[in-house]
């Protein structure tokens, strides 16, 4: 019997959405809300009708005209396309809608951004691919207002083995530096506490614009990633990175999470350890001592949490590779960590490795990998009990709150339950401050000390 070839697994196209925006400036900010977090959710924006899979109308209802103009608007992106959501002012009068386009598939109203995101799944559904996706599998989470992402960068100029996200979205395009910071600026305005910087390769910020220098707020700033995080920690919200390669001037960036501007947060997709693996892989700064970078940072940021993610089973990963990683893993002690058994993926260079390790052989390293992981997640978690800590909350139950640290990005990290008297007072999105009282695998148990502006 010759060999059978592992399915490929077929990359989806992601759905596009296209989107029409009325009125006022606030009403910009909740457009540029809801587009952040479709694009963080997997999805395109279709730049005309035609090639939406549907449309969202952002409407305006403050003057007649403006009325006028919103029922005309969304008129038209039912007759162009024919799924149309309806969002924003004029929202919050449905009847006003439904009687001149009873089609419309739903209305909601102003700022009501977790209702358009789930309209948006049930009429079109995101689709998931963990190589691609920061989001998880298990269905998306409707994100709350008090956190969004911020994307500062599309495609990459890697050429991972594993990966075709180059050929699919191109090479890296930085957004312009004012741009970048007037959407974060807009975001902290609307109540946003904290927010989740996102790129394919986020640390390459700016490479492609020449580091260009433009004028925010009466300073200099140039598209540079150093100086993108320095403006963006004076904003006095939660700042956290995602997608950060371990190039040398991440070294810059511990300065500002040591000086409390950003927070003490590194998610860095190292994919594996083995150097043999890495180069067949050929990730992005795979020949950097990444256990000696990581002692250094530590020893500046005692705090300090890093996520990352990895691929076991990659075709030629040998035992040896495999207990390289999971040695690597030990010393590394890494406080957060996601692992993927390797899937081929269409058109990628990986194909045409040899060495395909089988299913079976996947399972048990995946096993492997995540029991170690899970040992040093609960003794790092164990070492924080009896400490306080400043969370925030993101939903308030019965008798309890769910809250994260810093420690903990939203929908892939860890959270802390908090109990205790004067719990049930908190709201969603507030800071709290609370005593860790226990520890699990993943998650930390506390007591509130008390509620904090
Ligand atoms: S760095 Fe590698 S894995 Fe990440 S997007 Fe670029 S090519 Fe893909």
Redesign the pocket.
Known sequence: MGIVPPPLMKIPVAPKIGFVSLGCPKALVDSERILTQLRAQGYQTASDYAGADLVVVNTCGFIDSAVQESLDAIGEALAENGKVIVTGCLGAQPRKILERHPQVLQVTGPQRYEEVLAAVHAHVPPRHEP??DLLPPQGIKLTPRHYAYLKISEG?????S?????TMRGRLVSRQISEVLREAEGLARAGVKELLVIS??TSAYGTDLKFAAQEWRGRERRARFFELCEALGEMGIWIRLH?V?PYPHVDEIIELMAAGKVLPYLDI?F?HASPRILRAM???AAAENTLARIRTWRSAIPTLAIRSTFIVGFPGETEADFEALLDWLDQAQLDRVGCFEYSPVEGAAANALGGAVPDELKAERHARFMQVAARISAARLAAKVGKPMRVLVDTVEARHAIARSAADAPEIDGTVRIGGRGVTKLKVGDWADVNITGAGDYDLQAELKGPTA
């Open positions: 190589f691609l990459c100029n890697h050429h991972c594993f990966c075709i996200i180059p394919q390769d997608y390669y997709p994919q050929k990730r992005p």
